[in-house]
């Protein structure tokens, strides 16, 4: 049996986007056209593990505007990734303007 990686989201951002996320993440312009996102449990460790195995760091982990820790790393192959660890609770985050869950999504759709 093959592992999973586990549920994925697409996201596509506009230049300005991008740039306004590079520059919370990072403090500069840095993101290629294509950059790997993976939300973990503990940012810290995971970025620690992928520094020790040959990533470089482009950025700590820093927290964001939305409430997660964020780190950037030049992977080998020339593959951006940024690791992130949600912050607050889901309830909380369920809480905001402008957050869905897949639920509400059903809901809206009338499924």
Do not use: C, H, Y
Not at 26 to 47: H, I, L, M, Y
Request: hydrophobic share 40%; glycine share 10%; no cysteine.
């Amino acid at each position: 049996m093959t592992p999973g990686a586990g549920r994925a989201t697409l996201e596509i951002a506009n230049p300005a986007q991008k740039r306004l996320i590079d520059e919370v993440e990072v403090g500069r312009q840095v993101a290629p056209k294509f950059r790997v996102a993976f939300e973990v449990g503990d940012t810290r460790s995971v970025n620690d593990r992928l520094l020790d195995a040959g990533a470089a760091s482009v950025a700590p982990p820093t927290v964001t505007p939305w409430r997660s820790l964020n780190a950037r790393l030049d992977a080998p192959g020339d593959v951006q990734i940024t690791l992130f660890e949600e912050l607050d609770t889901l309830d909380e985050r369920s809480a905001l303007d402008g957050f869905g869950t897949e639920q509400g999504r059903s809901d809206a759709a009338g499924t």
